[in-house]
Structures are given as C-alpha cells and as structure tokens.
C-alpha cells in the first residue's frame, strides 16, 4: 500500500505517467534533460560575453573589465604602505646572468653622449639633466626579487638614485597654487615607444630607484641605460628602460599595459 492510496489521494498526473515508462526510457529523458540543462547553461554566458564585448571601451578594453580592474585597484590601493618594504637579499644571491624582456621604446639608437633626461613641470622650464648631475645624489644600491607578469622572477642587483631624493632635490612635482604633489608621476622613452604612469607614493617610496648601475656596472642597452627605473613594489612592466621624459600630473599618464588590458598599478 502507498502513502497516497493510504491518504485516498489521487497520484498527481506526471507521476503516474513516468511511472509507466521503462528504466531505459527514464534514462534516456534524464539525459535528454542534463544535455538541455547543458546547452542552456553555455548559451547564458555566451550571451553574457556578447555583452561585455559590445560595450563602450575603456581605456583600451571593454567597460565591464575596466570596471573590474578598477575593484581591485581600489583593493590595491589601500594595502600599499610606504614603510612595508620588498624583502632584500645579501648581493652573493644576485643572479650574474639578468634576464632581458622587452624592447619596446629601445628600437631605435641612442647617443648616450647626447642623452639628457627631459623633466617637465607646469609653469616651469623643462629641466635636462645629465648622468652626472644625477650622480652628485647619494647613490642607494638594491638587491631584491624582480617579478614579471609573465611568470619568471629573479634576484637582481640595481644602483642608482632614489626617486624620493632625486624630487627633493630638484624640488618636482608640486602643483602650482597649493604646492601639495600631483597624484601622478608619467616616464617614456626617448622615442615614446614605452611609457608607464606610476602613482606618487609608489614614487616616492624608499625603494623606488632611478638606476644607473647593474651588478655594479653601467646599465647595458637590453637593460635600459642610461638610466632606468627600479620600482620594487611594482611588477616588472612598470620598470621602465630608457628613460627619456618624467612628468608630473594628477590625471593618470598614458601607461603602455594598462592600455592593452592590464591592472593599471599592477603593484605587488
Ligand atoms: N623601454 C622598455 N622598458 C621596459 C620594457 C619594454 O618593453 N621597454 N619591458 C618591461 C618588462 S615587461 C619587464 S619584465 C622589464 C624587464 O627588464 P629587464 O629586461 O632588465 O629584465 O622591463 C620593463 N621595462
Ligand atoms: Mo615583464
């Protein structure tokens, strides 16, 4: 006896009819359904995508995504501190042989002799600084694990001056009427070939260095000389080799990454 003749209820209609089929045709619509389930499920994101790719551009990439790197930049944001330090090693760890990626802005040739690096600053004449007037600064050497997005890192051995020193000394950067410092810090190459935007406080931070050195030794043209910039709570793109131009604005520079889809701070 059944609960439901036990109740007098009638059996609902659905029951009664599947009842009625056999195992193999239970099976058979039980797998008919999963693949429908399937196909539903694929067609909804593919909608979903459809979407996102037809929306207005941001910044080079789909709003949508935009959007989503915007989350995690606030995220980043608020645990970037300037006293948290990228761990340093003793200089026996520093690899001899450094990898070399990237040659983009270091295509074209380069008189070292006739390089000067371009400072720009609002309501001020351009500054053209010489190595040596760099090196009148108090040199800061740096051993510690260089990450690139890629996926390889290595410890490297990096001299050269601090960024914070350098915008001391020169006094760079400040706004006009308040004197307070722009939000942003904008480098390129010489040729504009590559060019990376970096918020002040990564700037600013201790660590942040304009390189000349390498190993102790002048900067090789793969890794950037003259001078290149040593950012250790950045990922490796934000490294820029060659500098030729540094400007200072509170719109965000142009940043070559971040324009073909990547966080725009990618810090670490
Ligand atoms: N001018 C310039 N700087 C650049 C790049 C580039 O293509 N051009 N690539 C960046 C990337 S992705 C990395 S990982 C580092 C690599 O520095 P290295 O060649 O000294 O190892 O440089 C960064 N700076
Ligand atoms: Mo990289």
Known sequence: ?????????????????REELTTDQQI??????AFAWFGLAALVPAGIW??????????????????ALQANEAVAG?????????????????ARKVRVNGWDGLKTALDPEAWRLQVEQPGKPA?????????????????????CIEGWSQIQHWGGVRFADFVEKYDLGRRP???????????????????VGIDMPSALHPQ????YEMNGEPL????????RLIIPVKYGVKNLKRIGHIWFSDDRPRDFWAERGYDYHVGL
């Open 1 to 17: 006896m059944t609960p439901e003749e036990n109740t007098g209820e009638r059996l609902p209609e659905r029951k009664t009819h």
């Open 28 to 33: 058979r619509r039980r797998t008919l359904k």
């Open 50 to 67: 459809k979407w996102i790719t037809t929306r207005p551009r941001a910044g080079g990439i789909p709003a949508p995504f935009r959007k």
């Open 78 to 94: 608020s645990y970037f501190s300037p006293t948290h330090l990228a761990p340093t090693f003793p200089k026996e760890r520093a």
């Open 127 to 147: 500054l053209q600084l010489t190595l040596d007037d760099l090196k009148t600064l108090p040199k800061q050497e740096i051993i510690f694990q260089f990450k």
């Open 177 to 195: 009427g308040s004197g307070e410092r722009f939000g942003y810090v904008g480098m390129k190459t010489p040729d504009g070939g590559y060019y």
């Open 208 to 211: 942040t260095l304009l390189a």
């Open 220 to 227: 090789t043209v793969p890794h950037g000389a003259p001078l």
